[in-house]
C-alpha cells in the first residue's frame, strides 16, 4: 500500500531534550516535506526537499533541521525543542512528475513542557 | 499565494449532494485549483485539481468559473466519512512555490445522517 508513515505519532517531552520525528515514503518520490498544524494558523510548511541532498526552508524553519540521506526518508530534527513546538506535524510527498497529488503522513502530535 | 475566500462551515444530509464554494479572486493564469481534504485525526488528503475546464473523478467533481475566480467542489452523494475540512488551494504547482500548499482556514463540513 503506498504511504507515507511517520514516528513516533505522540510524544510528549521536555525543553532543551533533542527529538526526531522520522517520516517515511514507499512511493519513490523525489519532493518531501514538512508542515506544522496549529490552530488559527493552519498549516505551514517547515522544511521541503526536491530529492536526496536538496534541502530547502519553508515558512517556518526556526528551531528544526531536516536531512534527506536516502530517497524514502526525510527526518524532522528539533535540537533543542521549546513549548512553543508545541504542535502537530505532519511530512508529504509527491512524485516530481505528478505535481498535483500530495500524500500527507498520519500526524505526530508533539508537546513540549 | 493568491487569497482563497470559503464558508466557515456547511452542512448536508447524509446521501445529498454538496456543493462547496471557493472564490480566489486574485488567482493568476498559472495558478492550478486543488482541494484537498482532512478528515478528522488524519492529514490532509488530495480530492481534485483543475486548471480551467470542470474535472471529474471517482471522489468529487471541480467546477471552474469561466474567468477562474471561484470554483465549487461537488460532492455527488455525500456520505458520512465525507465530514472533514475542505481546502480550496489555488497554487502554481510546477512554478516558485516548490510544491508548497498553502492551506487556509477551510470549510468545516458537517454530514447528518
Known amino acids: 500500500e503506498a504511504q507515507v508513515t511517520q514516528n513516533p505519532r505522540y510524544l510528549i517531552t521536555v525543553t532543551g531534550k533533542k527529538l526526531t520525528v522520522t517520516c517515511s515514503q514507499n512511493?519513490?518520490?523525489?519532493?518531501m516535506s514538512w508542515y506544522r498544524q496549529d490552530p488559527g494558523l493552519g498549516l505551514r510548511q517547515i522544511y521541503y526537499?526536491?530529492?536526496?541532498?536538496?534541502?530547502d526552508k519553508g515558512d517556518v524553519p526556526e528551531g528544526y533541521k531536516v536531512s534527506r540521506k536516502e530517497k524514502r526518508n526525510f527526518p524532522l530534527i528539533l535540537e533543542s525543542p521549546s513549548p512553543n513546538q508545541t504542535s502537530l506535524y505532519f511530512c508529504?510527498?509527491?512524485?516530481?512528475?505528478?505535481?498535483?497529488?500530495?500524500?500527507f503522513g498520519p500526524g505526530t502530535r508533539l508537546t513540549v513542557t | 499565494d493568491a487569497k482563497t475566500t470559503q464558508p466557515n462551515s456547511m452542512e448536508s444530509n447524509e446521501e445529498e449532494p454538496v456543493h462547496l464554494p471557493c472564490n480566489h479572486s486574485t488567482i493568476s493564469g498559472t495558478d492550478y485549483i486543488h482541494w484537498y481534504r482532512q478528515l478528522p485525526s488524519q492529514g490532509p488528503e488530495y480530492v481534485i485539481h483543475?486548471?480551467?475546464s470542470n474535472v471529474n473523478n471517482r471522489m468529487a467533481s471541480l467546477a471552474i468559473a469561466e474567468d477562474r475566480k471561484s470554483s465549487t467542489l461537488i460532492l455527488h452523494r455525500a456520505t458520512l466519512r465525507d465530514a472533514a475540512v475542505y481546502y480550496c488551494i489555488p497554487q502554481d504547482a510546477g512554478g516558485t512555490s516548490y510544491g508548497k500548499l498553502t492551506f487556509g482556514q477551510g470549510t468545516i463540513l458537517t454530514v447528518h445522517p
Open positions: 526537499s526536491m530529492n536526496v541532498e536538496v534541502t
Open positions: 512511493m519513490n518520490h523525489e519532493y
Open positions: 508529504a510527498s509527491r512524485n516530481s512528475g505528478k505535481r498535483y497529488e500530495q500524500y
Open positions: 483543475g486548471l480551467t
